[in-house]
Structure formats: C-alpha cells, structure tokens
C-alpha cells in the first residue's frame, strides 16, 4: 500500500524527460519565463461564444479513494474511465481499455510524457475529439496513447483540467511548448464562456459511487452553502505553476502547526490531506500514541481519539475545518484497503519533504468532500465555500457525529509495470 499521491505532476517533468519518481527539491525561477505568455485564462474576448449555459458532468468515486470521469474519445466515441486531476494538464488514455484510433484520431509527431509524484504516463500524442458529456465535445485535444506507464487498475487514464503552465516540458521533440488542455479548448472552441471549473465531491459511502458533480463553464450555486472565499494563485513556487495556494494559518486544536503564510496546492488527483514533514510531525506530536507505520499510513491509538481536536486551516480570512471524523479513516474499511483490520488509520499525511522544499501542503480529495472548490482560470484564483458535507462546529452537535464510514482512505496498491518505450529511439 502507498499513500496516493499519485496525479500531483512532479516537478521533474518540467526539465527532464526522465521517468525517475524522485522529484528535485529545489526549483529552478528561470522557468517561470515559460509561462508569462499564458496565464491561466486570458483568452481574447472577441472568440466566438456558442453556448451561454454550465456544462455540470457526474464524476464517480472509484475505490473511495479516486474521482473518475467518463470520457468518450474519437468519433463515434469510445469511453474510458479517466481520473479527473487538477493537478496536471496533459490528458492520457490506454492505462487500461486501449486508446482507440477512429478517423479522428491525428498522429501530431510529438511524443507526450508526465512524472507524477508517484508513477509516469507516457507515449505518442494524437490530436482527437473528446465528449465530456453531450454539450461539451471537444475537437482537437492533445492527448497521450499512454504506451509506457505506471499502471494503475480500475481506471483508464487521466483527464488532465490543471493550468496550461504544467503541461511544460511535456512534450518532446519539441520540449518547450505548451499543450492546450481540455479548458483551454473548451474556452477557445466557445464551449464554455469562462474557464472556470467548479468541483462537487462527497463523502462516498459505497465503493463506485457516482457522487461529484464537475462544472465546466462556471459555478453551480446549488452545489455550496453561503459565500466563495477567493484566494489568488500564489506567488511561491512550486505551488504557483498548479492550482496553488497560500494558507495563511493552521492549528490542531490549540496546536500550531504553521501561523505564516504557506504555500500548496488544492488537487482532485490526491486522496489524502498531505503536509510538509515538519507539519505533519507536529500534527502527529499532538495525538498521543499516533505513529507513522512503515512509510505508508498514519496509525492513530483508539484511546486517543477521544481527544482529538479539529484541525483548522485559515484561507483568505475564513477557517475551514477538518473535524475529527474527517481525520479519521473508517474502521469498517481497513479490510477492502488491506490495511491491519481493526487499526485506525489518519486522513492526513506526511510529503515526503520538509516545508520550503516544495509544496508545502496538498488538500486533496478528503478535503475536498467537504468543501466545495472552484478552479478560475479567468480571475487565477481558487475558491472554496461550505457545503451540505461541511462538519458541524463541534460544540454544535459533537465532533463525532459523522459516521466514520464516511470518511475515506487514500490508500492504493499500486504495481509498477514499465513497458518498453518502442516509439522513443
Ligand atoms: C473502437 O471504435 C469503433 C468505432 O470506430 C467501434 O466500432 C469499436 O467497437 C471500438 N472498439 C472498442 C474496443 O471499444
Ligand atoms: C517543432 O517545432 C518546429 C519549429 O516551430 C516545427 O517546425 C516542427 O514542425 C515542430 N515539430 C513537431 C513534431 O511538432
Ligand atoms: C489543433 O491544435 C493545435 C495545438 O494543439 C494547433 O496548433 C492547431 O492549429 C489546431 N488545429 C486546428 C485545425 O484547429
Ligand atoms: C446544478 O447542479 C444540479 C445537480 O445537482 C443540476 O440539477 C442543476 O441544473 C445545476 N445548475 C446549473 C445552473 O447548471
Ligand atoms: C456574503 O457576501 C456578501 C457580499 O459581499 C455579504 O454582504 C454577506 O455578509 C456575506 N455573507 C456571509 C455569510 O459572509
Ligand atoms: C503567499 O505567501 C507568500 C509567503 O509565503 C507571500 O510572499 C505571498 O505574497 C503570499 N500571497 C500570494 C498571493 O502569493
Ligand atoms: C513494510 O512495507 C514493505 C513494502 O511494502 C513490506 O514488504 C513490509 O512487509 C512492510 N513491513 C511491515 C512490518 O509491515
Ligand atoms: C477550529 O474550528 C472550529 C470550527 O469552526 C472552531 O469551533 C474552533 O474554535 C476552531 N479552533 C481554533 C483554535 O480556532
């Protein structure tokens, strides 16, 4: 078992073409050069707009531990089972069911590769037609025949709706270009009239649950409560080439674990809540008894969880919480995760790296069913507002009225299965 940290694009992709899952720890500024001809939507106003409506897309919780999107591709459409990521660009099929070639489907001589946290997907790049759903078909999308790859099971790909910036170093022969990606397309063939994305997830309660609402266009009002807290991309890299944030404080219970501005990123392609090293350490100093096991999970003593205490972040100026529940793996799933039956396992998780050595945090999909996300590519700001999921305050109705079950590991067994790259000389 790992931790699932897999669809985070590593760093490494930026400047190497290499498959090494070992991200660098410093970041080199020159590269921001790459990105002042594109920022996350200025698109000019004048493009044809066809269509005036949100186009809302059902995304399923596969393994409670992964969001998947039903992407057909070429025409007629086959469909395959995508992992909807924020937190890269590059859209690849053939993981699993084969990429297949239909009379739109362009070879374009470029050969597409990312290095994510944990794995790679890589192969020839075609130009094709995309169905996200019946309004929304795109033509001429860059995506991947993932020839080489990391191997995940249950799913066939990754839709790729990051920032355009992350596509760079992509591709090759011709390194340096930038990939236009679903949003882009979708922006420039008057698709959607904002590149703008708003994501519905959910605590899932059965494996396969077809719980989140993607929105590509907009904001579905219907989908959160009260008012969208906006923050802008963040100025830190690496953070600031995804969708990246300052947070400006954290506590656990009367903890803290960071009270500076700190930079991560918000990503639908990770399950768990990671903070940096130092962060999580002090976290897990907090709750007497919990233990890192193995590298791999977060071991918390049932006698402790009494006392546990919610961990708050404060973005721009409103406090979200992670309430006790959602910091707690359900019990009752250790078995269909092969975790140790019985053992309490955490929802949060250590990076890999002390902080100021990369992203510094990662809300990814725990914290993400509790609170609604809205990606702005026009404005180049994150919003998150409360939802139906948000916890109760905890001397509202106890911090343990959420059922366990409700809260979800991120947990995946992944076997690696490198096949040969035949089309790279
Ligand atoms: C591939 O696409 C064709 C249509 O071009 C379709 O008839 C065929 O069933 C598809 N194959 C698979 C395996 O989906
Ligand atoms: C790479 O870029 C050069 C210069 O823009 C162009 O002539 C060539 O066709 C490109 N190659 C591919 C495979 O796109
Ligand atoms: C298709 O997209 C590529 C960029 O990915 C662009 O260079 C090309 O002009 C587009 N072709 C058409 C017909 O729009
Ligand atoms: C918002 O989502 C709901 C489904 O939860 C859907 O019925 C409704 O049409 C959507 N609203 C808009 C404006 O797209
Ligand atoms: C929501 O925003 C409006 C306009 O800025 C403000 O008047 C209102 O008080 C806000 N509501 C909450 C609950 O913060
Ligand atoms: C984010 O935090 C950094 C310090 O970590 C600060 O320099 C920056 O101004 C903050 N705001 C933005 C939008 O990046
Ligand atoms: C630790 O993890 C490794 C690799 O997954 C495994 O082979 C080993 O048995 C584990 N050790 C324990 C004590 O669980
Ligand atoms: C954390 O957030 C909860 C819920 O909003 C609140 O009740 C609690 O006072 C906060 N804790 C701190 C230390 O701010």
Known sequence: MLFLFILIVSQIAFFSRSASATPPLSFPLTKVDFRTAASRGSYDTASTLKRQDLTNVPVTNLNYFQYVMYVGVGVPPTYYSLVVDTGSSITFVGTGKPYNRTSTSIATGQNLEVTYDLG????????????????????????GDAVTYTDWPGVDGVLGIGPVDLTVGSSSPNITSLVPTVMDNAREQGLIQQQIMGVSFAPASTDNEPNGLITFGGINSSLFIGNITYVPITSTYPA??????NITSCVYGETTIFSTSTAGIVDTGTSLVALADDFFATYMAAIPGSYY??????????????????????????????????????????????????VQYGTIGPLGHLSGQGLDFILGQKFLEIYYAVFDGENNRVGLAYTNHTPPLPEASGALSNTFGFYLLALLSMITQAYTLQFLS
């Open 120 to 143: 790679y997907l890589a192969g020839p790049e075609y130009s094709d037609t995309i169905t996200l759903s019946p309004d929304l078909v795109i033509t001429n999308q860059s995506i």
């Open 293 to 342: 096991d193995n590298q791999t999970t977060f071991v918390i003593p049932s006698s402790s969880i009494a006392n546990m205490q919610p961990l708050n972040f404060t973005i721009g100026s409103t406090v979200f919480t992670m309430d006790v529940a959602a910091q707690l793996i359900p019990v009752d799933q250790d078995s269909a995760w092969g975790d140790d039956p019985g």
């Open 240 to 245: 600031a080439f995804s969708w990246g944030i």
